[in-house]
């Protein structure tokens, strides 16, 4: 049972464009959230993250939006960059364990 | 500062098998815990250690097992391998509840 969705396998964005990777959830006792970046042959790396008691935070060129009442979230990367281009994941948790969405791959074109 | 190290980088193994993973987390940090993630799908939660204590458990069959040190360290154990556990081996350490601190992980590959 999937409780964290990330419905787009994939995003194509052109560069200085705005990149919106989007995360479902089904579990209401979700209180914190995170997005991850992740580069082949790496552990996923730390972007930004959110609270339940938050509906947005911002973080340099990355903005993610909380909307509870629809269990959603969304990361938005503005301007994107080349090197932005990577999978992207969203993760959930209760408190304790983390449950990771399948990932968007993202690709900026030059 | 370093940031959480795992080893070995990469691991072929037979059927049947064990295997040791292991995993030093950021300086400071108390809390590890243990993911997998096989290709195309995110990392699933295997074990949470915080002080040593055992603080939540995915749903991995008893063949799967951790502990952490005094140091923080931690090591996670895989016994009778199947095909199936091959996959990357993430490790992540936190301060807080709200962070998660991945390592570069390791690749298992059974055979």
């Known amino acids: 049972d999937q409780q964290v969705k990330q419905n787009s396998p994939s995003l194509s964005v052109q560069e200085g464009r705005i990149s919106i990777l989007n995360c479902d959830y089904t579990n209401s006792m979700f209180d914190y959230f995170l997005w991850y970046k992740k580069y082949p042959a790496e552990g996923p790396t730390f972007l930004i993250s959110i609270s339940s008691i938050k509906d947005k935070n911002e973080d340099g060129r990355f903005t993610v939006f909380l909307n509870k009442s629809a269990k959603h979230l969304s990361l938005h990367i503005v301007p994107s960059q080349p090197g932005d281009s990577a999978v992207y994941f969203c993760?959930?948790?209760?408190?304790?364990?983390?449950?990771f969405g399948t990932g968007t791959s993202l690709t900026v074109i030059p | 500062d370093a940031g959480v190290t795992q080893s070995p980088t990469h691991l072929i193994k037979t059927r049947g098998q064990q295997v040791t993973l292991r995993c030093s987390p950021i300086?400071?940090?108390?809390?590890v815990s243990w993911y997998q993630q096989v290709l195309g799908q995110g990392p699933q939660f295997i074990f949470q250690?915080?002080?040593?204590?055992?603080?939540g458990r995915g749903n991995f069959p008893d063949r799967f097992s951790a502990r952490q040190f005094p140091n923080y360290s931690s090591e996670l154990n895989v016994n009778a391998l199947l095909l199936g556990d091959s996959a990357l081996y993430l490790c992540?350490?936190?301060?807080?509840?709200?962070?998660?601190?991945f390592g570069p992980g390791t690749r298992l590959t059974v055979l």
């Open positions: 300086s400071g940090h108390k809390s």
């Open positions: 992540a350490s936190s301060l807080r509840v709200d962070e998660q601190f």
């Open positions: 993760a959930a948790s209760p408190g304790n364990q983390f449950y």
């Open positions: 250690y915080y002080e040593k204590e055992e603080r």
